[in-house]
């Protein structure tokens, strides 16, 4: 990434929050993440990791509640540089990685494990924006593999959020949670109207029955993930 590149950095939509372009821009799942993370009590100085930290915003929301420790990870180059501006401009304990689980995992274990994957049904053009909100045809080209594997993040005791859309089967990740040996359920729930991504699938959501017809909204959901002591 050239230092132009870097210099270009763009204030995302709440004022504070850098990103560079082509850089997930927080929004409506963003903040329902970050302030049901800010209630969900969490321990003082706890280890947490955001998965698929895009800009770094949920972590810099984890500062806010007293972790000793953050760890920020993504698979795209340009979120990390933009997580590690956030990070440095504020002086925070974050550590940023690239890379998936694997990454994750060799940085753990975490008390608290947050995500905000891509979820969008679709299957994408390739480029690197669209990996921003490509979920695969079922929403759960990630969600999936993290239901699954979350637990093995997790320290006894600890809990995972992970937010998505309903289309992306809000039942389906709590019963892979469960099915991991977590209890969980889904604890925070907001409307929103389509963005332009949602917006140009409708059709493609319609089709495949995952919205009504004329369906011009979508529920945001944050499931919470229990690992017993």
């Given at each position: ?16 929050v ?7 821009a927080?929004q409506?799942d963003?903040w329902l993440l ?10 003082n ?10 800009s ?5 929301a ?5 972790a ?13 540089v933009?997580?590690?501006l ?15 689980l694997?990454?994750?995992r ?7 494990v ?20 490509d ?7 990630v ?11 997790l ?18 990740t ?15 729930r ?6 332009p ?17 004329g369906?011009?909204?979508e529920e945001l ?5 229990d690992?017993?002591?």
């Open positions: 990434m050239s230092p132009s590149e870097t210099v270009r950095a763009e204030r995302a939509t709440r004022p504070g850098l990103r560079l372009p082509g850089v997930y927080p409506a963003t970050a302030d049901t993370l800010r209630t969900a009590g969490v321990p100085g706890a280890k947490i990791l955001d998965y698929c930290t895009g770094g915003a949920v972590a810099l984890a500062a806010d509640c007293g000793s420790e953050i760890v920020a990870v993504d698979v795209s180059t340009r979120a990390v933009s997580a590690w956030n990070s440095w401009w504020r002086r925070l304990p974050i550590r940023v990685a690239r890379g998936g694997d990454v994750a060799r940085r753990g274990p975490y008390d608290v947050v995500a905000n994957p891509p979820y969008v049904p679709i299957s994408g053009d390739g480029t690197a924006q669209s990996r921003n909100w979920g695969g045809p079922s929403g759960r080209r969600v999936g593999p993290l239901c699954r594997q979350v637990r093995s993040l320290r006894p005791g600890g809990f995972a959020l992970i937010v998505h859309s309903e289309v992306a089967g809000i039942a389906h709590v019963g892979e949670l469960r099915a991991s040996g977590l209890k969980a359920a889904p604890v925070a907001t409307r929103v109207p389509f963005g991504v949602m917006s140009r699938q409708s059709a493609n959501l319609t089709a495949s029955g995952l919205i009504e017809l369906q011009n909204w959901v944050v499931i919470r993930g690992r017993p002591d």
